[in-house]
């Protein structure tokens, strides 16, 4: 029951994270393809990322809604989340004055809160593939009742 209810607070919480920010980032795009623009890794992919970027969480989203796909969804959470954890690093070590592309109130956190912001949800994301693919409580072994 608490490895569900878990998975559930991760699942709802990485959906809620990805559509509010990549609603906020449609909603806000010129700018939001402006910010990717100024960046120094990123200024030749600008118009692309800013299609790409919020699609993917759009789908990565879905992915979590529909049971079928919820467990690939967790991976490609993880996976995304650890690529914008990347790039903050290299960001942070790179330059000091380079705007946030993110969406909504995510864009006023500092680099170095938004980083932990991000290391946070890597690791929920890292909990949430560990308990999918953990068998349940009630599987365990030592759990089964032996008929004799």
Same mark, same amino acid.
């Given at each position: 029951? /608490?490895?569900?209810?878990?998975?559930?607070? =991760?699942?709802?919480?990485?959906?809620?994270?990805?559509?509010?920010?990549?609603?906020?980032?449609?909603?806000?795009?010129?700018?939001?393809?402006?910010? =990717?623009?100024?960046?120094? /890794?990123?200024?030749?992919?600008?118009?692309?990322?800013?299609?790409?970027?919020?699609?993917?969480?759009?789908?990565?989203?879905?992915?979590?809604?529909?049971?079928?796909?919820?467990?690939?969804?967790?991976?490609?959470?993880?996976? @995304?989340?650890?690529?914008?954890?990347?790039?903050? =690093?290299?960001?942070?070590?790179?330059?000091?004055?380079?705007?946030? #592309?993110?969406?909504?109130?995510?864009?006023?956190?500092?680099?170095?809160?938004?980083?932990?912001?991000? @290391?946070?949800?890597?690791?929920?994301?890292?909990?949430?593939?560990?308990?999918?693919?953990?068998?349940?409580?009630?599987?365990?072994? #030592?759990?089964?009742?032996?008929?004799?």
């Amino acid at each position: 029951m /608490l490895r569900r209810t878990v998975l559930e607070t =991760i699942r709802l919480l990485f959906i809620l994270l990805f559509v509010y920010t990549a609603v906020s980032k449609f909603l806000d795009y010129e700018n939001f393809r402006a910010v =990717i623009g100024q960046s120094p /890794l990123l200024t030749r992919f600008a118009p692309v990322l800013a299609i790409v970027v919020p699609v993917a969480e759009i789908v990565i989203a879905l992915m979590l809604v529909l049971p079928k796909y919820r467990r690939a969804g967790l991976y490609a959470s993880f996976a @995304i989340m650890m690529l914008f954890t990347t790039y903050i =690093i290299v960001l942070m070590t790179l330059a000091e004055k380079i705007p946030c #592309s993110c969406g909504g109130v995510i864009s006023r956190m500092t680099w170095t809160q938004h980083l932990y912001f991000n @290391i946070f949800f890597v690791l929920l994301a890292l909990l949430g593939m560990w308990l999918y693919t953990r068998p349940a409580d009630n599987d365990h072994p #030592s759990r089964r009742l032996v008929h004799a």
